[in-house]
T-cell receptor, first 110, second 117 residues
């Protein structure tokens, strides 16, 4: 079946630096992608989404990049803050089913 | 974004009892809701898809008689863990689809921590 995976299970960054979290997907038919943030003991929180007709989308301090050629998705967090420490995972869908990646644990070092 | 709530947020129960968890979409109607289970430091595991007005669709390996799902209205789905045992202790998360504009997005509830003694 379809799978969504992440390149790095853990990531540590210095406070103030930029973070980049990557995600690979395998279903070429997927046309909608979402990044979620999950803090410890809480449910996943929607961060930003992107449709396949776009390559880049920016939010507040976050940017999602989509490379359909290599089926790669990334989340960039600018000026990472301690409150950004969490697990981030991507999701893809091409229709009814959403597929979620395993997640990357981001730790921000003060 | 859309808001999904869960109740209770945390529950401790004795082995053999049943526990009901509610999932509500607060500002939108959701014909489809999903129930997930998550163990520490692991990813979400889809248990079942809850469809309003019809039977839930369970993932392979999930016992439908143990995890009863009811989606009686467009804003409420319930998951009942029947005859709970310690191995059922986990973090249960629901999500709901909100079709707003041109794209459905899935929003998650805050989760329910279940501890079975």
């Amino acid at each position: 079946g379809e799978s969504v995976g992440l390149h790095l299970p853990t990531l540590s960054v210095q406070e103030g630096d930029n973070s980049i979290i990557n995600c690979a997907y395998s279903n070429s038919a997927s046309d909608y992608f979402i990044w979620y943030k999950q803090e410890s003991g809480k449910g996943p929180q929607f961060i930003i989404d992107i449709r396949s007709n776009m390559d880049k989308r920016q939010g507040q301090r976050v940017t999602v990049l989509l490379n359909k050629t290599v089926k790669h998705l990334s989340l960039q967090i600018a000026a990472t803050q301690p409150g950004d420490s969490a697990v981030y995972f991507c999701a893809e869908t091409g229709g009814n089913q959403f597929y979620f990646g395993t997640g990357t644990s981001l730790t921000v070092i003060p | 974004g859309a808001v999904v709530s869960q109740h209770p947020s945390r529950v401790i129960c004795k082995s053999g009892t049943s526990v009901k968890i509610e999932c509500r979409s607060l500002d939108f109607q959701a014909t489809t809701m999903f129930w997930y289970r998550q163990f520490p430091k692991q990813s979400l595991m889809l248990m079942a898809t809850s469809n309003e007005g019809s039977k839930a669709t369970y993932e392979q390996g999930v016992e439908k008689d143990k995890f009863l799902i009811n989606h009686a209205s467009l804003t409420l789905s319930t998951l009942t863990v029947t005859s709970a045992h310690p191995e059922d202790s986990s973090f249960y998360i629901c999500s709901a689809r909100d079709f707003a504009g041109i794209q459905e997005t899935q929003y998650f509830g805050p989760g329910t921590r279940l501890l079975v003694l």
